[in-house]
């Protein structure tokens, strides 16, 4: 079993609650539900903590918005897919890609696949096949933007250096 430090759980929770807050307060509707700014949280949480604590980071945060916002119903599936979502990227990023300037878009990509696929699945058993089918444009356009927010937040934070000033603390 891996061991985590303090300073390790800590900047895991940080993370979370970022997650959290950024899903919770930056609501955009949309017709089946809203989109965040927390999958940009979460993306970057897995560049700056890593895949694995990343991944507990985003899951939890997700869920615990899901929570809150009166979505119980979602809280498992929540948890489950942001933090596969976020797994798959790790991966991505540590194990596949670890010398490509490109791997955190190709991981957020595989990441965003594994997102569309997961809650299309749970809103097939929640709503049925026809609802869910209609349903997923919408999740389309939410984990493109979030990609595409991402990739953005991580250019500017990276040339400025405080991306790596993040990942060094």
């Known amino acids: 079993m891996e ?18 807050i950024l899903t919770y307060t930056f609501k955009i509707p949309f017709a089946d539900g809203y989109t965040h700014l927390g999958d940009c949280a979460i993306l970057i949480g897995v560049i700056v903590l890593g895949g694995r604590k990343g991944a507990w980071a985003g899951g939890i ?4 918005s899901d929570l809150l916002s009166g979505y119980a119903h979602w809280i498992i599936p929540t948890l489950v897919i942001k933090f596969l979502m976020a797994t798959v990227m790790g991966i991505v990023i540590e194990k596949l ?6 791997n955190f878009l190709v991981g957020a990509v595989a990441g965003g696949v594994v997102q569309i696929l997961g809650y299309t699945s749970v809103k097939i ?14 999740l389309l356009i939410q984990t493109a933007a979030g ?10 934070l990276r ?3 405080i991306l790596e000033r993040v990942k060094a603390l």
């Open 159 to 161: 040339t400025s250096g």
């Open 125 to 138: 058993l929640y709503y049925g096949f026809s609802q869910a089918m209609i349903m997923t444009p919408t």
């Open 147 to 156: 990609i595409v927010i991402t990739f953005v937040f991580v250019a500017v």
């Open 61 to 64: 945060g997700a869920a615990m």
């Open 97 to 102: 890609m670890p010398k490509s300037k490109i």
């Open 3 to 20: 061991k985590y430090t303090v300073k390790e759980i800590t900047k895991t929770a940080a993370m979370a609650a970022i997650v959290f």
